[in-house]
């Protein structure tokens, strides 16, 4: 089931298999996040060093047009059509994909992206759909004809109270261990503190968390570089972990890469970055 609340401008959409929340979204739709929007665009600078070109979007927004995405062969001045592949985030701004539809004659917004819940609706086509707000039940009904239903209560208390714990900056793991999480640009820290778990073997612990990890990861959207700091092993032992980390991330919508072991025995994983974070959403 997928489930959808409205709170003014914002539209909080959850992904449950069963009980459980699979994946969450947070959709403002007074400034969206510009994932899949339609630009004309103009080139204002090529940057053979960075191997891509920088476009005027309009409305004093720039994106980045990398040559593997249809940026080789440009030059200043000229106006091609760019859709968003990834929203700004971090500091940086889109990332963009060329597009072959017919330029404009002035950089700006040619047509907004569908927003994360007619991308989940997409890739679950067999999910119902339940919401709580008939006007958004209205503007969705052309795409969305025969799948809605309208709940007064599209969350209920636990889903809820398990949504306001993803604004915290760590999270509880099985047997009483818990994850903190620390975001800076370059990368993200889960750190996972044992200490209320330390009866456990550290090996059968650490096990047992990491389908959790993985679900917190998806669940607050952490992306770009993640270190994760298991807990009481060497980094000899942790090498056991990586079969069972690599198989809980095939789970994941965007499929990370697990690299291994950095030298400090973090496991380090690559998430692709295409909509901002939770925590910049929320705290932004």
């Not at 103009?42 to 980045?64: I, Q």
């Not at 039940?137 to 109270?161: C, I, N, S, T």
Request: proline share 7%; glycine share 10%; charged share 20%.
């Amino acid at each position: 089931m997928i489930a959808a609340s409205v709170r003014e401008s914002l539209v909080r959409i959850g992904l449950l298999h069963g009980d459980e929340l699979a994946e969450f979204y947070i959709w403002n739709r007074t400034a969206p996040d510009g994932v899949g929007d339609l630009y004309t665009c103009r080139v204002d600078a090529v940057e053979k060093a960075l191997a891509g070109c920088f476009l005027a979007l309009g409305s004093e927004l720039t994106g980045f047009l990398p040559d593997s995405a249809g940026g080789k062969g440009l030059s200043v001045g000229q106006y091609i059509t760019a859709r968003v592949t990834r929203a700004p985030q971090g500091g940086k701004g889109p990332r963009l994909t060329r597009d072959e539809t017919d330029a404009g004659d002035a950089p700006g917004l040619l047509s907004r992206g569908p927003g994360p819940l007619l991308d989940l609706a997409a890739r679950f086509p067999a999910e119902t759909i339940v919401l709580d707000d008939y006007a958004l039940m209205a503007e969705l009904r052309p795409a969305l004809e025969g799948r809605m239903r309208y709940h007064a209560k599209a969350f209920d208390p636990v889903l809820e109270d398990e949504i306001a714990a993803l604004a915290e900056p760590s999270a509880p793991l099985p047997h009483g261990a818990r994850l903190h999480i620390t975001s800076a640009p370059a990368a993200t820290l889960l750190d996972v503190d044992a200490a209320a778990a330390s009866h456990m073997n550290p090996m059968a612990l650490n096990q047992v968390i990491i389908p959790e990890i993985c679900r917190q990861i998806v669940l607050r959207n952490l992306s770009g570089g993640l270190l994760i700091d298991f807990a009481g092993l060497k980094a000899g032992q942790r090498q056991k972990l990586l079969p069972a980390l690599r198989d809980a991330l095939r789970r994941d919508p965007l499929a990370p890469n697990l690299l291994g072991l950095s030298h400090l025995g973090f496991a380090e994983v690559n998430r692709r970055r295409i909509r901002p974070p939770l925590h910049e959403i929320l705290h932004g």
